[in-house]
T-cell receptor, first 116, second 115 residues
Framework: AQTVTQSQPEMSVQEAETVTLSCTYD???????LFWYKQPPSRQMILVIR??????QNATENRFSVNFQKAAKSFSLKISDSQLGDAAMYFC?????????????FGAGTILRVKS | DVKVTQSSRYLVKRTGEKVFLECVQD?????MFWYRQDPGLGLRLIYF???????EKGDIPEGYSVSREKKERFSLILESASTNQTSMYLC??????????????FGAGSRLTVL
């Protein structure tokens, strides 16, 4: 079974600085998808960024980018120019691309605090 | 925008009570999911439904059941609530299956406390 590990329960970053959230996963599959979701306090979870495993190029979305290392099974999220609105719980998630890949496997989450 | 609405943000129930958590989505999505979120454990799938009256167990279905009588509504039922079911419950939906890089749309969550 696949597992997703987020080793940082909490992180802090100064406003306007850069922070990297770590995520590793364990799978024997070669084709899959990886996601970062953001859950602001008392608000609904939203997608931040996604990565297809077959793509070598790292995904970027404005200030958010990933460092996808397939061989190392690592999928870190970098937030540049951090803003107060980035404060949230961040979840890394894995989904198989094969038949039966009908669920997401989530990590335990990382709380990001942004200091002004 | 797709909306996934969970009817209750906060509930307090007593042990042994029957609890209904309701979820409604307004974009005709075929697939709906119920997750449970606990500190240090992330999100765990309880049940999902890929069509009306269809359901499949997720990773932690024990103590829960679900109902999908209409496409837009997916209910989570705790037949006899217990204190270890105190948690945040998240509903989500998606068009089609979890195919490609399709993305789940989540509701705001229902925080249940069982006393």
């Amino acid at each position: 079974a696949q597992t997703v590990t987020q080793s940082q329960p909490e992180m802090s970053v100064q406003e306007a600085e850069t922070v990297t959230l770590s995520c590793t996963y364990d799978t024997s599959e070669s084709d899959y998808y990886l996601f970062w979701y953001k859950q602001p306090p008392s608000r609904q979870m939203i997608l931040v960024i996604r990565q297809e495993a077959y793509k070598q190029q790292n995904a970027t979305e404005n200030r958010f980018s990933v460092n996808f290392q397939k061989a190392a099974k690592s999928f870190s999220l970098k937030i540049s120019d951090s803003q107060l609105g980035d404060a949230a719980m961040y979840f890394c998630a894995y989904r198989s691309a094969s038949h039966g890949g009908n669920k997401l496997v989530f990590g335990a989450g990382t709380i990001l605090r942004v200091k002004s | 925008d797709v909306k996934v609405t969970q009817s209750s943000r906060y509930l307090v129930k007593r042990t042994g009570e029957k609890v209904f958590l309701e979820c409604v989505q307004d974009m005709d999505h075929e697939n709906m999911f119920w997750y449970r979120q606990d500190p240090g454990l992330g999100l765990r799938l309880i049940y999902f439904s890929y069509d009306v009256k269809m359901k499949e167990k997720g990773d932690i279905p024990e103590g829960y059941s679900v109902s999908r009588e209409k496409k837009e509504r997916f209910s989570l039922i705790l037949e006899s609530a217990s204190t270890n079911q105190t948690s945040m419950y998240l509903c989500a939906s998606i068009r089609g299956g979890l195919a490609g890089a399709n993305v789940l749309t989540f509701g705001a969550g229902s925080r249940l406390t069982v006393l």
